[in-house]
């Protein structure tokens, strides 16, 4: 319609410019195409970040339908959210002081002479939150065929971590989902106290 009346106005020697843009012609403005034209725009634009967060994809993280009227996607995470893992953290080290082990989690599926504890300088990482954790990590393919079972570990500042085992052991789908490559099945992992599955965007 824009088309065939900016070609009207041509044809008939008037021109299109701005002095004649708001000049009827034929029942129709130029600039009423112009301002549908923006209006498509910006629907398509949002429409088009709206579903890309949203339809399922065999990559990515997908949010929630209501994604876009919650408080945490216009103002960042919620920082109360924080405060919980970090107090639930330090309950967890007060219970390394009543007595109770911490690091059962991490021995569930290993031998636990083949665990090596902590040192006291990493133990004041996890105080402070400056840790990866993860905790009982699962994911379960639509198929059914189960390709993380259980993984549980912490990560420390300073070391080189190395994440070994033979073909079909779960590494690839492992670092997938804590990159935000596929989304997990269960489980838990904190960084630096941000949820990672929850906060991608903090934690990046």
């Given at each position: ?23 009827v ?14 209006i ?28 876009c ?9 919620d920082?109360?959210?924080r ?22 989690f991490?021995?569930k ?20 939150n ?6 009982e ?15 549980n ?8 971590f ?43």
């Amino acid at each position: 319609m824009g088309c065939q009346n900016l070609g009207l106005f041509e044809g008939n020697g008037q021109g299109l410019n701005v002095d004649t843009i708001n000049n009827v012609y034929q029942n129709y403005r130029f600039v009423d195409s112009l301002i549908i034209m923006t209006i498509s725009l910006i629907i398509t634009f949002w429409l088009g970040i709206y579903l890309d967060n949203v339809l399922p994809s065999a990559y990515g993280l997908r949010k929630p339908w209501y994604f876009c009227f919650t408080a945490s996607y216009w103002f960042g995470a919620d920082p109360d959210r924080r405060i919980r893992i970090h107090n639930r953290n330090s309950n967890a080290s007060q219970s390394d002081i009543e007595g109770r082990n911490d690091y059962d989690f991490e021995t569930k599926f290993m031998k636990k002479e083949n665990f090596e504890p902590p040192s006291n300088d990493l133990k004041s990482q996890e105080k402070d939150n400056k840790i990866l954790k993860i905790q009982e990590l699962k994911k379960t393919f639509d198929n059914g065929f189960q390709a993380v079972k259980g993984v549980n570990m912490k990560m420390y500042n300073g070391q080189i971590f190395a994440l070994l085992g033979h073909n079909g052991a779960g590494k690839t789908t492992t670092i997938s989902m804590l990159t935000g490559l596929l989304t997990s099945t269960s489980g838990q992992c904190e960084v630096f106290g941000y949820d990672l599955f929850h906060d991608m965007n903090n934690v990046r």
